[in-house]
């Protein structure tokens, strides 16, 4: 019997919570390969990299995340963060802004607002 969709997700999930990396890698890329803009599929896929240190990796999932859903708080946070760790000030500023035009909000958004307001770009 083949999982659904749904059901694979939700392994992953399982998976990488219980620290089983190589095993939610592979769900995740195996739903990314069917799907490749599923959202929350980018999302896990870029937390993953996070948790393997890897922050470059996890930019482009993050980024396609936010893109295919620009509101969704988390998704913001996590793009906005990476961009500001890897340096890319300007850019994070943007998504930001881009996103809060979107209908991102909420406390967790006010918080990044105002520690984003008191960032310098890299190139003042």
Do not use: C, W
Request: net charge neutral.
């Amino acid at each position: 019997m083949e999982l659904t969709l749904a059901q694979m997700l939700q392994k992953a999930i399982e998976a990488q919570k219980a620290g089983q990396l190589q095993e939610a890698r592979q769900l995740y890329v195996s739903i990314l390969q069917a799907h490749p803009t599923h959202p929350s599929a980018n999302f896990n896929m870029g937390t993953l990299a996070i948790g393997l240190n890897k922050l470059d990796d996890a930019l482009p999932f993050f980024k396609t995340a936010y893109e295919i859903s620009p509101s969704n708080v988390h998704f913001v946070r996590h793009y906005v963060v990476a961009l500001v760790k890897l340096g890319h000030v300007d850019t994070a500023k943007a998504v930001f802004s881009h996103a809060k035009a979107s209908g991102a909000q909420g406390e967790e958004l006010d918080l990044l607002e105002k520690q984003l307001s008191e960032l310098k770009s890299p190139q003042s």
